[in-house]
């Protein structure tokens, strides 16, 4: 395998754990609730603006605007839980979908009007420079939000899985009646998993924010990687979504360089209309 091939997996990995990062949240909830967000795009919308906004402000940089877009989106995503998500849950799943794609509008729209509709970039030397390692040149800001990425995400695979507070969940997610016979609280667990895939979103949005750009409607772009990355993973598994993830970067990375940056995503599609035509459930998910 040459050098630049390898170049262009690493690249794609680290790629990949930032999909698997802001994808976590989406499954999360859907793991949760069986409530699709379509406004998910748009919470990393406002986390990649609340970079933008420390930067300009303050010069603050990944150290600063991450755990402020963290606490700013778990807010969000635990204000739209009580104000909207848990009046809409009683209706049929048509509500859900109209009720998460107006907060999407509004929240897209707040930003157009708030920040404008030009571009915003952060400065290319924010994270640190580049540097070459073993043959392969590594981009300082991509490394940050892939390494975050991937430790995030099995963080969040931890906690729920291996914690008390995990185990909660699941039973809520099971059956929320049983829950809240043993004293589990469902709409405080609910009320979590926003938060918490708030704070995921949030981090991811601030990361990928130092080498992309930023606008208001770039959650579009974002959500439909997001949604691809959790059918590919399996709708509930933290753990699918990060493989999926790491499995869209290389292809997407690989596909722009041995077909061509135009053909990426149609690749990808591809990819995933075949898994889900031999497996619907996704890869890790519950059949």
Not at 50 to 63: D, E, H, K, Q, R
Not at 115 to 126: E, M, R, S, V, Y
Request: aromatic letters at 10%; glycine letters at 12%.
């Amino acid at each position: 395998m040459s050098m630049t091939l390898v170049q262009v997996v690493v690249s794609g990995l680290l790629l990949g754990a930032v999909y698997a990062l802001f994808s976590s949240g989406l499954t999360l909830i859907w793991g949760m609730m069986n409530v699709v967000n379509f406004a998910h795009g748009d919470f990393v919308m406002l986390g990649m603006y609340t970079a933008v906004m420390i930067w300009t402000a303050l010069g603050g940089g990944p150290w600063a605007s991450v755990p402020a877009a963290a606490m700013l989106i778990a807010t969000l995503g635990i204000a739209s839980y009580f104000l909207l998500v848990r009046h809409i849950m009683r209706g049929p799943m048509l509500a859900q979908i109209l009720g998460t794609f107006g907060l999407a509008l509004f929240l897209r729209y707040g930003a157009l009007w708030t920040f404008g509709a030009n571009f915003k970039t952060l400065p290319d030397d924010l994270v640190g420079h580049s540097f070459i390692l073993a043959g392969i040149r590594f981009e300082g800001a991509r490394v940050l939000a892939g390494v975050v990425g991937l430790v995030v995400t099995l963080l969040l695979h931890l906690l729920l899985t291996r914690t008390a507070i995990g185990s909660r969940m699941l039973a809520v997610s099971e059956d929320a009646t049983a829950a809240q016979l043993m004293g589990i609280r469902p709409q405080r667990m609910q009320a979590l998993a926003w938060g918490m895939a708030g704070a995921a979103t949030g981090i991811a949005g601030a990361l990928i924010a130092t080498f992309f750009y930023t606008s208001p409607t770039v959650g579009e772009t974002l959500a439909i990687v997001a949604f691809v990355t959790v059918s590919f993973g399996g709708f509930g598994s933290v753990l699918g979504a990060l493989v999926a993830g790491l499995v869209i970067g290389v292809v997407e990375s690989l596909s722009a360089y041995l077909i061509g940056p135009v053909y990426k995503d149609v690749i990808v599609y591809i990819l995933f209309v075949l898994v889900l035509w031999f497996r619907p459930q996704g890869l890790m998910g519950k059949a």
